[in-house]
């Protein structure tokens, strides 16, 4: 029985309410394996994509992806729609060139879902695609089609894609060109690629705030924390090491701001990804920041706050265990320079307070010191001056240093601490 097949079977049993367990099979040996992923919202104000412009329109976005792979399936999501979303077509290309609309016609592939070209996903849902044969490289490019006969009645979408993506008029998802077609730099309605990998490849899911979604890069640089880790990674020989960043600008620990709050999210974001071992968790500079901001930093509260972010740090490691995924606990790097959060006196000891329960607490399963990476050694509470955006986002240097503060002996295995 074909890999398709098994999958349409599934989808007919799911449909028909369940029948006898059907798995989607991979070829002797090889699991499936996240090599590219974003975490979901639901856009608004600026970041919305205006109704008209999905009336009978293809989106084709570009995304990074980590692993090399003879096969790949694309993970689409509704999963903050509220009602069922229908994609009439899509396809997956190599990209020809960063920022560049054009694909590799050769490449072009399309879409099937059990086997027929468009699908419908329930609110909240989100569905991969059959198998696709598409021998790519570890770093390539890869353009994702989808056509839209309307707007989604709410969008689900990730805002800091940092990568230019393309919206063109009519079903185009097998057009290799798209001369004139419009721009932005956002993803909307996908939320993952896989690949059929051997055994011993493994994912590690990066999770935190703008720090990790990378604020500040340029679009197509391909410059976040997150990129120069999956290249160290290839170029020690890791080779078998995925990459997936599941940064949401303005997150928090234990609030929704832009997006949901982390603890709401990580089952989702990151225990969800196949093939995921290791979790780098990097989280707390908006709660702490936006306390003092919004002027609730009462030493009561303060207490509060920086209890609730260690129970809440246990509660997404025990989860991550259960499940077999080490957690790697990131330091909170200085922000001491932010003129957004102004931090005083009180708010550095509780950064400090934090990352020293981090890195001495025995609640994660490895430290990424990103505050001693980044610090200026004469001012520990700012940002090293060559390495500092805004006082509180790294600069490209900033973030190629926090790529080199991981350290890889750590993503080889996961050895859970009992």
């Known amino acids: 029985m074909s890999r398709q097949s098994i999958l349409a079977a599934s989808l007919l049993c799911l449909s028909l309410g369940g029948c006898a367990a059907i798995a989607v099979q991979t070829p002797a040996g090889e699991h499936w394996v996240a090599s590219w992923g974003s975490a979901q919202l639901v856009p608004e104000g600026q970041n919305e994509l205006p109704a008209a412009q999905w009336q009978d329109a293809s989106l084709r976005q570009i995304v990074r992806v980590s692993l090399s792979?003879?096969?790949?399936?694309?993970?689409?999501?509704?999963?903050?729609?509220?009602?069922?979303?229908?994609?009439?077509a899509g396809s997956v290309a190599l990209a020809r060139a960063p920022g560049k609309a054009d694909v590799d016609g050769a490449s072009l592939r399309p879409l099937r879902f059990g086997g027929a070209a468009s699908v419908t996903i329930p609110a909240g849902a989100e569905y991969v695609s059959d198998p696709i044969d598409l021998p790519h490289a570890a770093g390539a490019d890869l353009a994702i089609s989808l056509h839209f006969a309307q707007a989604p009645a709410r969008q689900t979408g990730h805002p800091g894609a940092r990568a230019t993506s393309f919206r063109v008029p009519g079903n185009q998802v097998q057009?290799?060109?798209?001369?004139?077609?419009?721009?932005?730099?956002?993803?909307?309605?996908?939320?993952?690629?896989?690949v059929p990998a051997r055994a011993g490849a493994h994912t590690v899911v990066a999770i935190g705030d703008s720090i990790t979604d990378g604020y500040g890069v340029n679009p197509d640089t391909y410059a976040r924390w997150t990129d120069g880790l999956a290249t160290r990674l290839r170029a020690a020989g890791m080779t078998n090491v995925g990459v997936v960043n599941a940064g949401i600008g303005g997150g928090r620990m234990l609030r929704d701001g832009l997006g949901?709050?982390?603890?709401?999210?990580?089952?989702?974001?990151?225990?969800?990804?196949?093939?995921?071992?290791?979790?780098?968790?990097?989280?707390?500079?908006?709660?702490?920041?936006?306390?003092?901001?919004?002027?609730?930093?009462?030493?009561?509260?303060?207490?509060?706050?920086?209890?609730?972010?260690?129970?809440?740090?246990?509660?997404?490691?025990?989860?991550?265990?259960?499940?077999?995924?080490?957690?790697?606990?990131?330091?909170?790097?200085?922000?001491?320079?932010?003129?957004?959060?102004?931090?005083?006196?009180?708010?550095?000891?509780?950064?400090?307070?934090?990352?020293?329960?981090?890195?001495?607490?025995?609640?994660?399963?490895?430290?990424?010191?990103?505050?001693?990476?980044?610090?200026?050694?004469?001012?520990?509470?700012?940002?090293?001056?060559?390495?500092?955006?805004?006082?509180?986002?790294?600069?490209?240097?900033?973030?190629k240093a926090m790529a080199d503060a991981v350290p890889l002996e750590q993503l080889k295995t996961c050895r859970i601490a009992r």
């Open 69 to 88: 792979g003879d096969q790949l399936r694309v993970k689409l999501t509704n999963a903050f729609g509220t009602t069922p979303l229908v994609i009439d």
């Open 175 to 194: 057009a290799a060109s798209w001369p004139q077609a419009d721009t932005f730099t956002r993803w909307y309605q996908i939320t993952g690629v896989e």
């Open 260 to 399: 949901p709050n982390l603890v709401s999210r990580f089952d989702r974001d990151v225990l969800a990804r196949p093939g995921v071992t290791h979790a780098i968790v990097m989280i707390g500079v908006n709660d702490f920041g936006v306390q003092h901001r919004n002027k609730e930093d009462t030493p009561a509260a303060r207490a509060a706050l920086l209890d609730d972010l260690k129970q809440a740090y246990r509660q997404i490691v025990a989860r991550a265990h259960l499940q077999g995924v080490c957690v790697l606990g990131a330091t909170i790097t200085p922000y001491g320079g932010s003129g957004y959060y102004a931090p005083g006196p009180d708010n550095e000891a509780d950064r400090l307070a934090y990352n020293q329960w981090i890195r001495t607490a025995g609640v994660v399963d490895g430290v990424v010191d990103f505050d001693a990476a980044l610090r200026d050694p004469a001012h520990p509470d700012h940002l090293l001056k060559t390495l500092d955006n805004d006082g509180l986002h790294p600069s490209t240097a900033g973030y």
